[in-house]
């Protein structure tokens, strides 16, 4: 067998094989996208009218786009204050369905743009969002179309209510404490242990020859 026919059947071979491994691959593709975003990526799937190869490549731009994105530290206090704040939403809905909801929306926002999410483009906002938060971003969607609305405009105060619930899963899931909130706390105490230890060092361990304001005492005294 000549060496021309070698090659030409080992191109027809390595043909056959890509045909044969390629639609696994873009199965294997697939799978990964649907796990990763969960119901994100069947809405996805939805809004492209079912075409799952359109929805793949939106939802790959997103991760392209947002996948190295990294929260914001935030600290313990702040996440405190960000709960009572939140405590007061809930406790306003009472009297003030769609007032509330609106004070969510605008919580929310505050909260995204602090954890250093996109803050130029609603819609930015929540592609990135759906990367990191793919199971509670629909609570963000759904509680900025209906802020500010109130009963008598067409939302009824249950709809109202259910968009308050899962806007606080998504509010749970940015404020729940994570590794850079660690490593920044533990920072901001090696920095105060520092400065602790600087204050208690000893008057008497300062270069000898010099006063306590640093300079050297000049000949004869004053």
């Known amino acids: 067998m000549s060496t021309l026919v070698i090659i030409i059947l080992a191109v027809v071979v390595l043909a056959v094989l890509a045909l ?83 004070e969510a929306d605008h919580l929310l926002t505050q909260l995204i743009h602090e954890r250093g999410y996109p803050s130029h483009a609603y819609d930015d ?30 939302a009824v105060t249950e709809e109202l209510r259910e968009a308050v619930v899962r806007a606080r899963d998504l509010f749970n899931d940015l404020l729940s404490a994570q590794p850079e909130d660690e490593q920044h706390h533990k920072g901001g105490r090696m920095s105060v242990l520092l400065r602790n230890r600087s204050d208690r060092t000893p008057t008497h361990s300062r270069t000898a020859g010099t006063t306590p304001g640093g300079t050297a005492p000049t000949k004869g005294g004053v």
């Open 20 to 102: 044969v491994l390629a639609p696994s691959t873009r199965t294997a593709g697939a799978g990964r996208l649907r796990h990763r975003f969960g119901p994100e990526y069947d809405r996805t799937v939805a809004r492209h009218g079912g075409d799952t190869r359109a929805a793949r490549k939106e939802l790959a731009a997103r991760l392209r786009e947002h996948g190295r994105l990294r929260m914001r530290p935030l600290s313990a206090e702040d996440r405190e204050r960000y709960r009572m704040r939140w405590a007061r939403v809930q406790e306003k809905f009472v009297e003030s369905p769609g007032g509330a909801v609106a």
């Open 125 to 154: 906002q929540v592609s990135a969002l759906s990367v990191h938060h793919p199971r509670h971003v629909e609570g963000y969607r759904t509680v900025h179309a209906l802020a500010g609305r109130e009963p008598a405009d067409g």
